[in-house]
Structures are given as C-alpha cells and as structure tokens.
C-alpha cells in the first residue's frame, strides 16, 4: 500500500502551461492539474465534456473564490465581488469521489519538492494546500480567512496575531502546525501513516466511523440546511458531531466570549434540525477516547430506536 501512495521513484511536477492528463483509475479520468502556482484539480468524464471538481473540495473553491478571485474585481463594490462570485460558485459543477484522494490513488504529476517538506507533500501538496482553503485558510497556512471552519482539535494549539487592518495571520510556529495538521488529514485518508503530533480527531473519528460500519453510507461534511454536521450515516439516519473545545471555552482569535456564544447558537440550530428531520444525534467530545467501545456505546442506543 505504501508503496502505491509514496512510489520510490520521483513523481514529475508540472513547470509551466495547462495539462491535461488520462488517468484510467479514476472515475472521471480526464484529470486537470493547477499551474505550479495553483490548487484545484479537476476532472472531465469524457474529452470534451463538462469540468467537474471533487465535492471533498467544494468548500475549498468557495472559500478560494470568496477571499482570493473577488479581488480581480477590485474596481467594483464590495457587495458587487461577492455577488459575482456567487454567480460563479453557483456554475461550478461537483461530482462525489472523483479526486486522487477520494480514491487513494497516487497522481501522476505531483506538487514538487519544497525545502524542508516531507517526499508525501511533494506529491500532494495540491490537496494539502487545498485543505487549508476547505479548513479557513490560504495556501500559505498563514492568513485566517474564515475561523468558523478550523477544525476544532486544533483551534487551542493555534496562535494568531493581529495584523494592520484587523487581519489576522497565524504566527509562525502555528502556521507550521497548521500545515502538518492539513497534512495529517491527507495521509489519514490515504491510509497513510501520520506524522508528528495526532491532531486529527474528527478525521480519526470518520475513519473509525468507516471502519465500524462498512457498506453503509458514511458521509463527512453532510450538508444541514445551511449548516454542516461532521459525520452522517445515511441508512441509519444518524449524525455524529465532534466537539472540541472551542465549543465549550471561549478562543480568542475565534471571537472570544461572543464566538463561543455564536457556536453555541449553531449548536443549537443543528439540534433542532435534526429534529425537524427526524435524525438522531450522537456527541463525540474531545475528552472522550476515540476508541470503537467508546463510539459504540455512544451509538447503541440510537441504533436499537432505528432496528425496533
């Protein structure tokens, strides 16, 4: 397995100009690399048929369009930017598991090597950096564009300092462990051993989620409404939400007292969501060990409701 994920042999990067590449492992194998300077791949079923990106990445492009492609509308209104990219999220076309890492296979181009980088980001670093989009961030795991989505295992290992105009950037220490988070997340899902500290509870608990339940439909990031819950078991009609503790302690960069408030209202909102939908509801906190007893007792209950 390892060797599929992380070959021996250098995978080539692209330098310069658009590539198009068939890759017949894929679902959709037309694949569609970034420029050395971008993020997003996309995909095409047939040569010439429409663009698709990977719906893993959905909130990612949203976030990329929102705080980077808006300023090349900087002569419009502010107002004017987002309403056009609205327009523009609207037209962008999503296909579930269509990306590499959906489908653990290792791409045929690669992001390249980077100084102090491990041999993994440089294959990956497309969907590493794209992660850091999905989880609030830019490319550089430096600027935080959205805080609602880092994800909350490691919100309290975070620093962030305030910069001119109340921007606020990761200082340097938290941006390298930001990324080696963003990282983690990628092997994890590759089935790829992790690195450094283990940071990914919510993706643990996913994977430990797949592996308690096979042949059922387990979905990460379920849409809500206009909210998001972390973990959906579609036959079981069951959500599985992991708390860390920026839902129970006020974050400063996180908005501080009025953040918790505002995560707590959220909170709230999905409770009675789910009940207006008839799905049950299970809370994995970051005090509770992530261990397949542990999560089993938490479900039991709801799982005896749904076979009676």
């Given at each position: 397995m390892r060797s599929k994920i992380v070959p021996k042999e250098m995978i080539p990067e692209i330098t310069r100009g658009v590539f198009v590449e068939y890759e017949p492992e894929l679902p959709y194998p037309f694949v569609h690399y970034p420029t050395r300077m971008g993020v997003f791949h996309a995909f095409q079923q047939e040569k010439y048929g429409p663009l698709f990106y990977c719906s893993c990445q959905k909130q990612g492009v949203e976030n990329y369009l929102k705080v980077k492609e808006r300023l090349s509308f900087s002569g419009l209104p502010k107002a004017s930017q987002l309403e056009l990219m609205e327009i523009f999220i609207q037209n962008i076309k999503f296909e579930?598991?269509?990306?590499?890492?959906?489908?653990?296979?290792?791409?045929?181009?690669?992001?390249?090597?980077?100084?102090?980088?491990?041999?993994?980001?440089?294959?990956?670093?497309?969907?590493?950096?794209?992660?850091?989009?999905?989880?609030?961030?830019?490319?550089?795991?430096?600027?935080?564009?959205?805080?609602?989505?880092?994800?909350?295992?490691?919100?309290?290992?975070?620093?962030?300092?305030?910069?001119?105009?109340?921007?606020?950037?990761?200082?340097?220490?938290?941006?390298?462990?930001?990324?080696?988070?963003?990282?983690?997340?990628?092997?994890?899902?590759?089935?790829?051993?992790?690195?450094?500290?283990?940071?990914?509870?919510?993706?643990?608990?996913?994977?430990?989620?797949?592996?308690?339940?096979?042949?059922?439909?387990?979905?990460?990031?379920?849409?809500?409404?206009?909210?998001?819950a972390d973990i959906y078991i579609e036959e079981l009609q069951l959500v599985i939400e992991y708390q860390g503790e920026q839902h129970y302690k006020p974050i400063p960069f996180m908005g501080g007292e009025e953040g918790l408030k505002r995560r707590q209202e959220r909170d709230k909102e999905k409770i009675d969501l789910c009940k207006y939908y008839n799905l049950d509801l299970v809370y994995v906190t970051y005090l509770d060990e992530l261990s397949e007893k542990v999560i089993k007792n938490k479900i039991s209950p709801y799982l005896r409701e749904r076979i009676n």
């Open positions: 579930d598991n269509l990306c590499h890492i959906c489908n653990k296979v290792c791409p045929k181009y690669g992001h390249g090597k980077t100084m102090n980088e491990t041999k993994f980001y440089s294959i990956y670093g497309y969907y590493i950096k794209a992660l850091s989009y999905s989880y609030g961030l830019d490319n550089r795991f430096r600027d935080i564009c959205y805080p609602k989505h880092i994800p909350g295992d490691i919100v309290p290992l975070l620093i962030a300092e305030e910069q001119y105009g109340g921007r606020l950037v990761l200082d340097e220490q938290s941006s390298k462990d930001f990324k080696r988070y963003c990282e983690n997340v990628i092997r994890t899902r590759m089935g790829y051993f992790a690195i450094g500290k283990k940071w990914t509870s919510e993706i643990k608990l996913l994977e430990l989620i797949k592996e308690m339940f096979p042949g059922y439909t387990v979905i990460h990031q379920y849409e809500l409404d206009h909210l998001k």
